[in-house]
């Protein structure tokens, strides 16, 4: 398949368990965030989203965490299956005074193991 | 589920040669946006616009320019392609002006200048 990173962070994950993955963002005003999953060979797909004015919000099996005092994302997922296997982009819009542009952090590659 | 189609998956184009990239999408989206993905440097925007004949430049715009003639089409263009414009490109669409909301991406077309 094509690799959308060759040295991109990466997370083994046994199936079944739960999957962390962690996103630093840059800038104090971005009030808007997006999770997106990248397949090989696929474009990436959105995942969830989450506005500043919130601390968590869940999906399906997915849970995101936002801590605007160290500015972190976090996204969850709950019994991380093979399908879940790719590449992991956060998103942070970094407001009206850039553009109101999405930034994409550099990505993490999710591996589950059977 | 909104569709964004990149005519192309694959493309192979000599140094010099003109290269158009053709994304639609079918959800009367008004934005629409250009990416390159490169190893390392994660997306970076090209190109977007917020309605027909409307362009606005991205990051990295120098040595590409878009087309929008219809609201659902956008065209990336490559006057005289490079090596260093080697790269996966990706379409995507939003329905809200502005960053609050997700871009929906295309499967890409990677692109190969020899």
């Known amino acids: 398949g094509e690799s959308v990173g060759l040295h991109l962070p990466t997370l083994s994950v046994q199936e079944g368990d739960n999957s962390i993955i962690n996103c630093a963002y840059s800038n104090s005003a971005s009030d808007y965030f997006i999770w997106y999953k990248q397949e090989s060979g696929k474009g990436p797909q959105f995942i969830i989203d989450?506005?500043?004015?919130?601390d968590k919000r869940q999906g399906q099996r997915v849970t995101v965490l936002l801590n605007k005092t160290v500015k972190h994302l976090s996204l969850q997922i709950a019994a991380t299956q093979p399908g879940d296997s790719a590449v992991y982009f956060c998103?942070?819009?970094?407001?009206?005074?850039?553009?109101?542009?999405?930034?994409f952090g550099g990505g993490t590659r999710v591996l589950v193991k059977p | 589920d909104v569709k964004v189609t990149q005519s192309s998956r694959y493309l192979v184009k000599r140094t010099g040669e003109k290269v158009f990239l053709e994304c639609v999408q079918d959800m009367d989206h008004e934005n629409m946006f250009w990416y390159r993905q490169d190893p390392g440097l994660g997306l970076r925007l090209i190109y977007f616009s917020y309605d027909v004949k409307m362009k606005e430049k991205g990051d990295i715009p120098e040595g590409y320019s878009v087309s929008r003639e219809k609201k659902e089409r956008f065209s990336l263009i490559l006057e005289s392609a490079s090596t260093n414009q080697t790269s996966m490109y990706l379409c995507?669409?939003?329905?809200?002006?502005?960053?609050?909301?997700?871009?929906?991406f295309g499967n890409g077309t990677r692109l190969t200048v020899t």
């Open positions: 998103a942070e819009n970094i407001g009206e005074a850039a553009g109101n542009k999405l930034t």
């Open positions: 995507a669409s939003s329905q809200i002006r502005g960053g609050n909301s997700p871009l929906h």
């Open positions: 989450i506005r500043s004015n919130m």
